[in-house]
């Protein structure tokens, strides 16, 4: 089973509303990263977590983390197509080495 | 800074092929990562090095992949002989310090015939 489970898989939504993505992690989490990927391009870093309960924004982008629960959820307010892309996210389950691992992603489509 | 480089964009190459990918990572950064993504696997890590040198392999799939430093402007990841599902995107990544945020090249699109 994934380490890094993002829910939902796959999201379509009139431009306009609201979404939300989650990120559940079965391990400990030592720092949470949300990236934005583009069909066939890199990855875009949007943000990143490090402290239960904190909670960062970046335009009409929110995230936030839960500790206790070992999941993070990313809010978009009033879509706009150019928010369609894949969003990951990316956790540093350190348990005496570094292991960066990514979730499996949930792509994102915004009618207009 | 022009990011980071990765070359070439797309490969196409026969089965048995020595493929060799190549990264420039952004001046400065001192940890530079290796990726994989693949629709069925998502997104792998398969290394990352540290002042060039290589911290952590262990998401290298098989004894075909290697992976080289040489300095901290230059990175290769070479598929010796290539197979068909190795056929994926693989990205190149960089870093200051580990705990910050990556930047990610294009990628270079990989098709084993």
């Known amino acids: 089973s994934q380490e890094l489970e993002q829910s939902p898989q796959s999201l379509i939504v009139q431009e306009g509303k609201n979404l939300t993505i989650n990120c559940t992690s079965s391990?400990?989490?030592?720092?949470l990263y949300w990236y934005k990927q583009k069909y066939g391009e890199g990855l875009i870093f949007l943000m990143m977590l490090q402290k239960g309960g904190e909670e960062k924004s970046h335009e009409k982008i929110t995230a936030k983390l839960d500790e206790k629960k070992q999941q993070s959820s990313l809010h978009i307010t009033a879509s706009q197509p150019s928010h369609a892309g894949i969003y990951l996210c990316?956790?540093?389950?350190?348990?005496?080495?570094?292991?960066?691992?990514f979730g499996t992603g949930t792509r994102l489509k915004v009618l207009a | 800074d022009a990011g980071v480089i990765q070359s070439p964009r797309h490969e196409v190459t026969e089965m048995g092929q020595e493929v060799t990918l190549r990264c420039k990572p952004i001046s400065g950064h001192d940890y530079l990562f290796w990726y994989r993504q693949t629709m069925m696997r998502g997104l792998e890590l398969l290394i990352y090095?540290?002042?060039?040198?290589?911290?952590?392999d262990s998401g290298m799939p098989e004894d075909r992949f290697s992976a080289k430093m040489p300095n901290a402007s230059f990175s290769t990841l070479k598929i010796q002989p290539s197979e068909p599902r190795d056929s994926a995107v693989y990205f190149c990544?960089?870093?200051?310090?580990?705990?910050?945020?990556?930047?990610f090249g294009p990628g270079t699109r990989l098709t084993v015939l």
């Open positions: 990544a960089s870093s200051f310090g580990f705990y910050n945020e990556q930047f």
């Open positions: 090095f540290n002042n060039n040198v290589p911290i952590d």
């Open positions: 391990k400990t989490l030592y720092g």
């Open positions: 990316g956790a540093d389950h350190t348990s005496g080495t570094y292991k960066y691992i």
